[in-house]
């Protein structure tokens, strides 16, 4: 447990003081403010708007934010349809793989726009270099600077007062892809490269192995794809193992890196939020909860993992920890820390198998992301969902001191209340709904590869996955099918729309109001007492959203274990 502390704390001091520099250089980027990279990024970006026709001086209502998002989403999401289905006549492809089969194709276009990155594919099988670098890593780009794009608008509403506009989507997509995106990913690639990771468009190698066979090794450009799946809370690997694969990371400094990287910009963006709504103490105070509910889940998981399977034990196996499906070369504590990081983004990358995760660490797993990843979260819709839970929670405050909610200096009507419901809400019945069906159709239990509470979790975990956007999986569940590329495809649009859509309805109306002057009555919205109130709102209506499935999934496997039993 030792070692679990100190690789936390590590992980840590690494990113709270460069999240802090990098809130503050988002903020000033996106509120058109010089930054030190602004010499050589600046003419970047008046290129793209003088190519693109795009007059950065003119801002959007609520409304065309929203078209604007969704045009880009459904836009990406064709272009990189067309792209896997044409995928065998076009260039760089020396495996000379087909066009991907259509249900698989639409599930993966859908998956890559909506930052969800699910892959109910081989990678290395499957995708030509071309489709890696053209469709998935550039929809890598595009998905993650449209969440940036939506979480910066939803604060301006916060920041603003009795206005109709909360910025312009294109200005604030393109300053996402070219002062944020870029720049990281770069420099995290070149990291990479000089730790091992593959970059190139070589044909696979051949290999003699200690049997005398011919083992045949697909490489191709890793490193760049791994650098932005990292940075942009993507999640989605060049290599089917994902990041337990050596070519994607070989080692432990890679390891702490990418977990880092994919940390950075969602906690980043607290930062830029308590910045550019002009009160930092209240972007201290959402992190507060953030870190709380991080550490209470990752806690769990350590005890989980570090005390081994009882069932093992039970049988007269000495060995205590769960290695089953941890990577030698990162242990329990590196594999269970990333298992926590990659849930409470919506990033999806992991460097173990959660399938072989001890069911405690699961229930763990499924909360993160069933809250709607909203501790930290993806670029953007992390802050998005826990502004959400902010709502909600100062609806249950001012109901308990008699008094209209506010926040921010802006009281809180009906609209908003209805938008967080539905933010927080329909992703959930989305996920709940989906793995009903699956539970009672033939197509769904068909790829069921285990019996029992670990098989619903499976299916649990493949909706609440995909309806968060999160894109990881347990992976003992067989999900290249059309039943499940059509469902849990329709989940991920869903998950990413209920997310946004209700996002800029909250912004764009609290920028029409007035601000008003706090007084004695006022329930404060940056100490303790709201830190306590916000984690215990997100605890309660997640305990009550899902305790009915977690208790015939996570929970009763655990007591089967516990009982010397697996079902």
């Known amino acids: 447990m030792t070692k679990a502390v100190l690789s936390t704390l590590e992980l840590l001091v690494l990113l709270l003081p460069a999240a802090l520099l990098l809130g503050g250089y988002m903020a000033r980027v996106f509120r058109g403010e010089r930054t030190f990279l602004s010499a050589g990024l600046r003419p970047i970006e008046k290129l793209v708007y003088r190519l693109c026709r795009i007059d950065e001086s003119q801002e959007m209502s609520g409304r065309s934010y929203a078209l604007s998002v969704v045009a880009t989403t459904l836009g990406g999401c064709l272009v990189l349809f067309l792209i896997q289905l044409l995928q065998g006549i076009l260039p760089f492809n020396p495996q000379g793989l087909h066009g991907v089969r259509w249900d698989t194709a639409l599930n993966t276009a859908i998956s890559f726009g909506t930052n969800t990155n699910w892959q109910a594919y081989a990678g290395e099988t499957t995708m030509s270099p071309l489709t890696q670098m053209l469709g998935l890593a550039v929809q890598n780009f595009l998905s993650a600077a449209v969440g940036i794009a939506v979480a910066v608008a939803m604060i301006r509403g916060f920041a603003r007062k009795e206005t109709q506009t909360i910025g312009s989507f294109w200005v604030d997509f393109v300053r996402a892809v070219v ?14 490269v000089s730790q091992g990771v593959v970059q190139t468009l070589h044909a696979p190698v051949s290999a003699q192995t200690l049997e005398g066979a011919t083992q045949v090794i697909p490489v191709g450009p ?57 009160n930092r103490r209240q972007g201290r105070a959402l992190l507060a909860a953030m870190l709380v509910l991080f550490a209470l889940g990752l806690g769990v998981s350590f005890w989980a993992e570090l005390s081994g399977n009882p069932l093992l034990a039970g049988a007269g196996v000495s060995g205590g920890a769960n290695l089953e499906g941890k990577e030698v070369r990162f242990g329990i504590p590196a594999s269970a820390l990333w298992a926590e990081s990659t849930t409470v983004t919506s990033t999806g990358a992991v460097n173990s198998a959660h399938d072989s995760d001890l069911p405690l660490s699961g229930l763990v797993q499924l909360f993160n992301m069933g809250i709607g990843e909203v501790i930290f979260g993806g670029v953007g819709v992390g802050l998005i969902g826990m502004l959400f839970y902010v709502v909600l929670a100062m609806f249950i405050a001012g109901l308990m001191i008699g008094r209209t909610p506010e926040f921010l200096g802006k ?24 793995a009903a069906v699956a539970l009672v159709l033939p197509a769904g239990l068909a790829g069921l590869g285990n019996p029992a509470a670990h098989g619903l979790s499976e299916i649990l975990y493949a909706y609440t996955s995909a309806a968060g956007n999160n894109g990881s999986a347990m992976a003992g569940l067989s999900v290249n099918t059309p039943f499940y590329n059509l469902t849990l495809g329709l989940a991920m649009l869903i998950g990413r729309f209920a997310t946004l859509l209700p996002g800029l309805a909250i912004g764009a109306a609290v920028a029409r109001k007035k601000t008003v002057p706090g007084s004695i009555a006022t329930f404060p919205t940056t100490g303790a007492l709201f830190v306590v109130v916000l984690v215990a709102v997100i605890l309660l209506v997640g305990a009550l959203t899902y305790f009915p499935a977690f208790s015939l999934g996570p929970i009763l496997e655990h007591l089967f274990l516990g009982a010397g039993r697996l079902a």
């Not at 337990?244 to 400094?253: C, I, K, Q, R, T």
């Open 222 to 278: 890793v490193a760049s794809q791994e650098a932005i799946k990292e940075v942009g809370t993507n999640g989605g690997g060049y290599y089917n193992a994902n990041s337990a694969h050596p070519f994607e990371n070989p080692n432990g400094l890679t390891n702490l890196l990418e977990n880092f990287a994919l940390l950075l910009i969602p906690t980043a963006l607290v930062f830029s939020f308590g910045i550019i709504v002009g």
């Open 179 to 192: 002062y944020v995106l870029l720049p990281l990913a770069l420099v995290l690639a070149v990291v990479l």
């Open 411 to 434: 009281k809180l009507g009906a609209r908003e209340m209805i938008m967080a419901v539905i933010g927080i809400l329909l992703p959930s019945i989305t996920l709940l709904a989906g």
